[in-house]
T-cell receptor
Framework: GNSVTQMEGPVTLSEEAFLTINCTYT??????LFWYVQYPGEGLQLLLK?????DKGSNKGFEATYRKETTSFHLEKGSVQVSDSAVYFC???????????????FGQGTILTVHP | DSGVTQTPKHLITATGQRVTLRCSPR?????VYWYQQSLDQGLQFLIQ???????AKGNILERFSAQQFPDLHSELNLSSLELGDSALYFC?????????????FGPGTRLTVL
């Protein structure tokens, strides 16, 4: 079945540091890939997505590139802020030919804390 | 604000009881998904409805059931509750049921079973 593996957390950084959160996946077909963010006490919000190989998703300074050859979708940001402190989830949606019609499979989540 | 509403926000009940969680999708979205978030299992897909019909099932217990009504709101029914059912339950909606669709999540219902 499909699976998503994220780097172990938590991650603690100082403000303006570079961020990388690794994400690798296992899936059949051609999944879409997503990064969602969850702030304390809130639901999940889409951060960015990519729907085919070599696509780059970007939003609010965050970027991730869909790498089919390495089955990866690593999240990066050049300079983090205190307000980026949250839990980040990598997820995939079933690819063409699958029967799951868009259900998301999530990684375990990575807690990011940014200090001033 | 995602446009997805869930009620109630918090629910505290006892083992063996039955509860109903309600979700209203974003205007125009036909697909509704239910997810469970717990410390030990993480975020897991439960069930999906599309335009009133069940489309996909995940790790949903037989004690749990759901439906989507003609106005597209959805309800998740949990019965014979156990301590292990305590979790955050999220509803999400998307325009269709395609793998490329963005899912918009509600704020969740926190269920505590005592």
């Amino acid at each position: 079945g499909n699976s998503v593996t994220q780097m172990e957390g938590p991650v603690t950084l100082s403000e303006e540091a570079f961020l990388t959160i690794n994400c690798t996946y296992t899936a059949t077909g051609y999944p879409s890939l997503f990064w969602y963010v969850q702030y304390p006490g809130e639901g999940l919000q889409l951060l960015l997505k990519a729907t085919k190989a070599d696509d780059k998703g970007s939003n609010k300074g965050f970027e991730a590139t869909y790498r089919k050859e390495t089955t990866s979708f690593h999240l990066e940001k050049g300079s983090v802020q205190v307000s980026d402190s949250a839990v980040y989830f990598c997820a995939l949606s079933e690819g063409a030919g699958g029967t799951s019609y868009g259900k998301l499979t999530f990684g375990q989540g990575t807690i990011l804390t940014v200090h001033p | 604000d995602s446009g997805v509403t869930q009620t109630p926000k918090h629910l505290i009940t006892a083992t063996g009881q039955r509860v109903t969680l309600r979700c209203s999708p974003r205007s125009g979205d036909l697909s509704v998904y239910w997810y469970q978030q717990s410390l030990d299992q993480g975020l897991q897909f439960l069930i999906q409805y599309y335009n009133g019909e069940e489309r996909a099932k995940g790790n949903i217990l037989e004690r749990f059931s759901a439906q989507q009504f003609p106005d597209l709101h959805s309800e998740l029914n949990l019965s014979s509750l156990e301590l292990g059912d305590s979790a955050l339950y999220f509803c999400a909606s998307s325009p269709r049921a395609f793998r490329t669709d963005t899912q918009y999540f509600g704020p969740g219902t926190r269920l505590t079973v005592l």
